[in-house]
């Protein structure tokens, strides 16, 4: 019988199959469930395969290239935002090349479901001039996993796995294949081209530009980019990963009227391209994400009518496909849908019922008619939600660690009694060396970590701040005297108000440490919580 | 055969054990399944639905083109209705009566089963009450599931099957419970939905 998987667990299991020794990543919607699949499956153990939780995307990618390194096949997971923190390693890694086998898996959030952008990961790919894998279903991207590691080795090349929110949560049912055996060390023969400096970088760059040439062949050759001419001249389709999925639901009961190219690998196969655009009268790009192919297409023949996408207005340029929206791309009559009754009401997510985060946003927000209501800086996590009615604490929401830097900055420009809000997580992940910042030039800043012992947003993982975040402020250099605690609880609010008022009206940096555990945390997990910060302090 | 289902609620409130249940019973019969579903932001509170497609072809679109769901199943009456734009026009509406408020503009209930009333299929019943008689508020969903069984094509012993393994880990009791939930929802709907056919 078929396994039923999300797309996310298909391809943790392809990996597993595929020889997989070590994967590495930070949570982030719509990307967890890979990592999370591994380090829940039976064969981890067996199989001694590495899955612990690193602290950021950057040093999760680094680990990962340090087992690659060594001979072993390194997996590194991220969602698409994660990829601009690791992006240094990532372009610089293209360049050394690896050694054993190495997938980078990036999910992409096209409707931004849980993100602050819709990025497309294609375009790092390309400028990294690494391959691209983009399965179209989940069981092709179980089958893409044994492909990407053998080809990442055979070209000595990091490969990028770029996927989307709807093939990571949506399940199917998969086939397995026997699984092939983990590779044994082997260190590289020649250890320079991982040693960047300038004159072995020129030499491995030249090499990388070479590549190029062997990846457009794969890709012209690559069963994942299937050509399908029909006698019908009229339409021409080019249908990158997922979009197949959308294009075929249209047409699959008769597909005799439509020239096809499936893309599931990149660099493009410029030969197979060509031949579709001669073939067709016109040439309909579906793509999710921004459209990357089409521009290319249209700088390779030139702007004309031919070709059809986002750019032309066939379909929009932002937002989630859907088998509506390429329907009509492809001029396929759609029902008018009926409208949804003007009596539903929207319904926001919000934080849970007795979550710590409240309470703290009530404790700023009793100072608010004090200092102003703009001057709360806030960071990602449940806690971005404190942005949103009734509580309306945080003004600011950009990316990992920005609260701590922004606040700073904003500090810098003169304003009095900057707030930084960030979660533990958060902190860990990009906000110490911001901290550094603020410590080194003393600036009059105020900093709440709300540590809640987990990462939250993204289903409750292990933060590796637990039961750190003291000796971490004291090591970064916060003054004793300015890195208090409080207890964000409803009996504590007068208290905390009065801490707050007194560390605002310090003028130099104050760091406030808010406790209390996540309510969806287990009581098994708050007791191994609490004998962890025991047994660190 | 094709059969597109949305399974509709709030975050929170459990529908992936219903979406879990039919995966498994689709699978047993050997037929094609995709399923998506929300995780993320919308899990805190939020409007979170599933898609569940069964089919004896392959499935591709992850997501049900609308106007074509056969079956919206809710365990809460707004969130219900908003799914309304995927209905097709023979699909039926099947749903708990008791609605979820944590936002400060819910509409009035009665209001809402009246806009479910316009559409000619729907099931409006107290999933909740009656798994609170039978046990435990928390198998409402296997009650509702019940009560959509006989528009489902997937025979009951699949369905009964799924159920059985997707809860023998916890206990025989909690199987049981399960079990008696999904027969008493099933007994219910149908006095109901033979009454709404017959209109
Ligand atoms: C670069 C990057 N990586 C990952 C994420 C996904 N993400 C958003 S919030 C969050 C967890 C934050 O945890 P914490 O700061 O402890 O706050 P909590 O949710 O626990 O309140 C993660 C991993 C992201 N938005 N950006
Ligand atoms: S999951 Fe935890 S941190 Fe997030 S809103 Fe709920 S209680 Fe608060």
């Known amino acids: ?537 | 055969m094709k059969t597109n289902i949305i399974l509709s609620g709030v975050g929170g409130q459990g529908i992936l054990t219903i979406a879990a249940v039919l995966d498994a019973a689709a699978l047993s019969e050997n037929l094609f399944i995709k399923q998506s579903e929300v995780h993320g932001m919308s899990q805190r509170g939020g409007a979170v639905q599933s898609h569940v497609r069964i089919s004896d072809k392959e499935v591709y679109s992850d997501l049900i083109p609308e106007g074509k769901a056969d079956l919206i199943l809710s365990v809460e009456p707004m969130e219900l209705l908003r799914y309304i734009p995927f209905l097709n026009k023979n699909g039926w509406l099947v749903t708990d009566s008791n609605p979820f408020i944590n936002t400060t503009n819910y509409p009035e209930k009665q209001d809402l089963y009246e806009q479910i009333k316009k559409y000619p299929y729907h099931v409006i019943i107290d999933a909740t009450d009656i798994a609170k008689k039978i046990g435990n508020s928390k198998v409402a969903n296997m009650v509702l599931l019940g009560a959509a069984s006989n528009i489902i094509p997937l025979s009951e012993d699949s369905l009964l099957n799924a159920i059985r393994s997707l809860f023998k880990h916890k206990s025989d009791k909690i199987v049981n419970l399960n079990l008696e939930a999904f027969f008493e929802g099933k007994k219910i709907a149908k006095e109901f939905t033979d009454l709404t056919v017959n209109k």
């Open chain 1, 1 to 537: 019988m078929k396994h039923l998987l999300l797309g996310n667990e298909a391809i943790a299991q392809g990996a597993i199959d595929a020889g997989l020794s070590g994967v590495y990543a930070y949570p982030g919607t719509p990307s967890t469930e890979i990592t999370e699949y591994i380090q829940k499956s039976k064969l981890t153990k067996e199989l001694n395969i590495h899955t612990t939780w690193s602290v950021n995307e950057k040093t999760a990618m680094e680990a990962a290239l340090g087992m690659s390194y060594t001979g072993k096949r390194a997996m590194v997971v991220m969602k698409h935002v994660g990829l601009n923190v690791a992006s240094d390693v990532f372009m610089n890694m293209s360049i050394s090349g690896i050694n054993g086998g190495l997938v980078v898996v990036v999910a992409d959030d096209p409707s931004m479901h849980s993100s602050q952008n819709e990025q497309d990961s294609r375009f790092y790919g390309k400028f990294a001039m690494v391959p691209i894998l983009e399965p179209s279903n989940q069981q092709e991207a179980y089958d893409i996993m044994h492909y990407a590691f053998d080809y990442s080795e055979e070209l000595q090349l990091p490969v990028l796995l770029r996927i989307v929110t709807r093939l990571s949560h949506s399940r199917s049912g998969i086939d397995f294949k026997s699984r092939r055996l983990q590779n044994e060390m082997q260190l590289p023969s020649d250890t320079s081209r991982f040693a960047l400096i300038p004159m072995n970088a020129k030499k491995q760059f030249e090499k990388l530009i070479h590549k190029k040439t062997i990846l457009v062949e794969h890709s012209e050759t690559s069963s994942f980019n299937e050509l399908t001419l029909s006698e019908d001249k009229e339409i021409g389709i080019i249908a990158c990963g997922i979009a197949y999925n959308y294009v075929m639901e249209n047409i699959s009961e008769d597909t005799s009227f439509y020239s096809i190219l499936k893309i599931s690998q990149y660099p493009l196969p410029k030969e197979k391209i060509k031949k579709l655009y001669k073939h067709c009268d016109k040439i309909l790009v579906v793509e999710e994400g921004y459209p990357i192919v089409e521009e290319l297409l249209h700088n390779y023949f030139d702007t004309n009518d031919k070709i059809k996408g986002k750019l032309t207005g066939d379909i929009p340029l932002t937002g989630e496909l859907n088998p509506n929206i390429v329907g009509n791309s492809l001029g396929i009559f759609q029902n008018a849908a009926k409208s949804i009754p003007d009596i539903v009401s929207s319904r926001p997510p919000r934080l849970c019922e007795g979550c710590g985060h409240t309470d703290l946003f009530n404790t700023i927000n009793e100072l608010i008619p004090e200092i102003g209501n703009k001057n709360v800086f806030g960071d990602i996590g449940c806690y971005a939600l404190g942005s949103l009615p009734p509580l309306n604490t945080i003004n600011t929401l950009i990316d990992m660690g920005a609260s701590i830097t922004m606040a700073k900055g904003a500090a810098d420009a003169g304003l009095e009694n900057a707030i930084a809000v960030i979660g533990d997580s958060t902190f860990t992940h990009s906000g110490m060396t911001g901290l550094l910042d603020a410590v080194y030039e003393n600036s009059p800043i105020t900093v709440i970590i709300s540590d809640n012992s987990a990462i939250a947003m993204t289903g409750a993982q292990e933060s590796s701040a637990v039961g750190r975040l003291h000796k971490i402020c004291l090591g970064i250099g916060v003054h004793p005297d300015h890195l208090k605690t409080m207890i964000p609880l409803k009996k504590n609010h007068q208290e905390n108000v009065e801490l707050l008022r007194t560390e605002l009206k310090y003028k130099g940096l104050s760091v406030i440490i808010s406790e209390r555990p996540c309510v969806r945390l287990s009581r098994d997990r708050k007791e191994d919580i609490k004998s962890k910060i025991a047994s660190l302090s």
